[in-house]
């Protein structure tokens, strides 16, 4: 247990799965109030423009576990998709009409791939079929980690510093996960 807990690339899988889960879970918690409060629309059609993403993860989740197993790579399926996300946190904010449901599609295609990716990268980094459990259980750390912090620290920085200063902080967390998924020595 100590040798597994010791593993460098088991942490940093799960700094950059619990990163992942600090900027979608902030997004997807906080958009449909973004989308009633700013944009004028109805909360109903508010969250379903937000949810589109995570429908959206229904169909590139599965694919991208697809697309790591044929290019054998589980490291280019997280920080590809991670590296053009960061960007994509420059618009939700400033997007109307048309735009919000399109970048909601867009970024739940691009989000899907990463956890197939992360979750398979758990058993090749603990190295022994035995030790895979507890990679899993501290990848679970990070991503339960995530999903509180997330949503904890993006309502307080939209209601002082404004709805896009928040999304734009989204950016450095995006390239910490990335830098952590790059790092991990995994293929």
């Not at 992942?20 to 004028?40: D, G, K, M």
């Not at 990268?121 to 190295?127: F, H, K």
Request: overall charge positive; glycine content about 10%; some cysteine.
């Amino acid at each position: 247990l100590g040798k597994a807990m010791a593993n460098r690339d088991l942490w940093l899988i799960s700094l950059s799965f619990m990163c992942f889960n600090v900027v979608f879970l902030a997004l997807n918690t906080f958009y449909p109030t973004f989308l009633n409060t700013v944009r004028n629309y109805e909360l109903g059609t508010a969250s379903f423009l937000a949810s589109l993403m995570m429908i959206m993860t229904i169909f590139s989740t599965p694919l991208g576990g697809v697309i790591s197993d044929r290019i054998g790579s589980r490291k280019k399926v997280i920080v590809i998709p991670f590296a053009i996300v960061a960007f994509g946190f420059l618009l939700p904010f400033h997007v109307t009409g048309w735009m919000i449901p399109a970048l909601m599609i867009l970024m739940g295609l691009l989000v899907g791939p990463i956890p197939s990716a992360t979750f398979s990268a758990v058993p090749e980094v603990m190295r022994l079929p035995q030790l895979a459990g507890i990679g899993m259980a501290v990848l679970a750390l990070g991503q339960n980690l995530g999903m509180v912090i997330g949503p904890a620290i993006f309502g307080p920085m939209a209601g002082s510093l404004g709805w896009a200063m928040a999304g734009y902080l989204m950016i450095p967390i995006c390239a910490i996960a990335i830098l952590a998924a790059w790092a991990t020595k995994v293929r």
